[in-house]
């Protein structure tokens, strides 16, 4: 069984810290911590994610980047915050918010995972 948790953002740091925080209350058999890269992604919130144990997935610059690359928009050359706002532009609503998924179906889903790794990933942990 996976159990998500949101830790609204905030920084990578944030995140990690909020993971190893929520690893301390519950006996999980693993913590993965999903961030943004653009903000607090520093050597030390590496250390203190290994010392917490929590594996990390870092979004490079952003999940927006990603969930783009997944619905075959251009990426390249856009900084974070214009990422987040193509994809708010394209999908009406924050990434976060998850509705535009709804839709997709295992076909997306499947030629996804193909496109970026850190999907890859996330959705094994899913399917688990």
Same mark, same amino acid.
């Given at each position: 069984?996976?159990?998500?948790?949101?830790?609204?953002?905030?920084?990578?740091?944030?995140?990690?810290?909020?993971?190893?925080?929520?690893?301390?209350?519950?006996?999980?058999?693993?913590?993965?911590?999903?961030?943004?890269?653009?903000?607090?992604?520093?050597?030390?919130?590496?250390? %203190? #994610?290994? +010392?917490?144990?929590?594996? /990390?997935?870092?979004?490079?610059?952003? !999940?927006? &980047?990603?969930?783009?690359?997944?619905?075959?928009?251009?990426?390249?050359?856009?900084?974070?915050?214009?990422?987040?706002?193509?994809?708010?532009?394209?999908?009406?609503?924050?990434?976060?918010?998850?509705?535009?998924?709804?839709?997709?179906?295992?076909?997306?889903?499947? %030629? #996804?995972? +193909?496109?970026?790794?850190? /999907?890859?990933?996330?959705?094994?942990? !899913?399917? &688990?």
């Amino acid at each position: 069984m996976v159990t998500i948790k949101n830790a609204r953002g905030k920084g990578a740091e944030y995140v990690v810290d909020f993971a190893i925080r929520q690893s301390r209350n519950v006996a999980f058999d693993s913590v993965l911590a999903m961030f943004d890269t653009d903000t607090a992604w520093t050597e030390r919130v590496r250390r %203190q #994610a290994a +010392r917490g144990k929590v594996a /990390l997935l870092p979004c490079e610059p952003c !999940l927006e &980047a990603l969930l783009l690359q997944a619905f075959d928009h251009k990426t390249q050359g856009l900084n974070s915050q214009q990422l987040k706002q193509k994809f708010l532009r394209e999908f009406g609503r924050p990434a976060h918010d998850g509705q535009y998924l709804r839709d997709a179906d295992a076909a997306f889903f499947e %030629q #996804a995972r +193909r496109k970026a790794k850190e /999907l890859d990933v996330l959705l094994a942990l !899913l399917k &688990a």
